[in-house]
């Protein structure tokens, strides 16, 4: 077995809206994760890599610092830790497409709008104080930025403030709590980060091993494998219609002069209207299948 210096450190969220993907992102990516007693840490059986299980706020602190080399956290909860650093340690390697969420100004039904103007000389209660602040100096907007741990929908109620910039993500919470979006501050999803800080020779190639696998997976999402047959003079249009396929494959079919079968890996969702298209063109036996593993 490989001493822990020789084991690559992952963090992850223990328990949160990040953790079960998280870890399904690294299952995908052909890890398989030790389950243990310990809540604190679990090793992979098949990489030489454990993961750790913290609080998401912790997850740049332990990237920046080199405790672990890589991370996933919410782009939230990264750039309002980087936004309070001289200078970044932690390097965005991969946008996940899960935990998407938008930090929002929002403020009673009631209350009047008129642009981010009507900030001014206000209290604003969030959980994100320097993304707020930010943003408030951007727009030359002078403010009171209250800061909450959490339960921040409460703060006009509880006259704390009466705005709040806070996630949303379906808008349920806002609108049970009486309050309504009125401006966008930052778009987020889950990021793969790493550790800026240098590593030795065998560790890059651990970290740029498993990065690969993730491009892996992640370019394998949305990708589709199309085969279709087409005369001839439909090969152009069938070819600039297919989304995000480069170069297809054109084989001649057996026994039927002018006609082929074109081959596809498309990067981009296949949509029934693609299909449609295809088929307007003279497109025949049209097949999409799934793309279980890709190497780029
Ligand atoms: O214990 P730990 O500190 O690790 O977890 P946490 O409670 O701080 O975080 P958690 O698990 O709630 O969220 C982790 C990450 O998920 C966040 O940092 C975001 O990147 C992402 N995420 C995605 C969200 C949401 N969607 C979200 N809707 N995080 C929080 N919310 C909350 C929001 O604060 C509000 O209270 O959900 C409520 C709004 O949801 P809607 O659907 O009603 O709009
Ligand atoms: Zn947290």
């Known amino acids: 077995m490989l001493a822990d210096s020789a084991r690559l450190h992952i963090a992850i969220q223990k328990s949160g809206r990040l953790s079960e993907l998280s870890r399904a992102l690294l299952r995908d990516a052909g890890l398989r994760i030790q389950n243990g007693k310990n809540e604190l840490a679990a090793r992979v059986e098949n990489y030489p890599a454990d993961l750790m299980f913290v609080r998401d706020d912790d997850i740049p602190t332990f990237v920046a610092d080199g405790v672990c080399e890589l991370g996933v956290v919410g782009g939230n909860v990264l750039r309002e830790f980087e936004l309070g650093e001289a200078d970044p340690r932690c390097e965005i390697v991969a946008e996940l497409g899960f935990g998407r969420c938008t930090l929002k100004l929002a403020a009673p039904e009631n209350t009047p709008w008129e642009g981010v103007a009507s900030l001014e000389g206000a209290r604003i209660a969030t959980s994100y104080p320097r993304i707020l602040q930010r943003f408030l ?91 279709l047959n087409a005369p001839e003079e439909a090969l152009s249009a069938i070819s600039a219609l297919l989304p995000g396929a480069e170069a297809p494959t054109i084989l001649p079919l057996h026994q039927r002069p002018g006609h082929f079968a074109v081959h596809a890996v498309c990067q981009e969702s296949v949509f029934w209207e693609t299909l449609q298209k295809l088929k307007a063109t003279g497109a025949s036996a049209i097949l999409v299948l799934p793309i279980e593993k890709m190497m780029l």
């Open 137 to 227: 100096e951007e727009g030359q907007i002078k403010a009171t930025v209250v800061k909450m741990n959490g339960a921040v929908e409460l703060a006009p109620r509880l006259q704390i403030a009466p705005f709040i910039c806070d996630l949303v993500s379906t808008g349920a919470t806002l609108e049970a709590n009486g309050l309504r979006p009125v401006e966008t501050v930052f778009e987020s999803e889950a990021v793969l980060v790493r550790s800026r800080k240098p590593v030795s020779q065998a560790r890059e190639e651990q970290v740029a091993g498993l990065l690969s696998r993730i491009d892996g997976v992640l370019a394998t999402k949305e990708a589709k494998y199309i085969m």
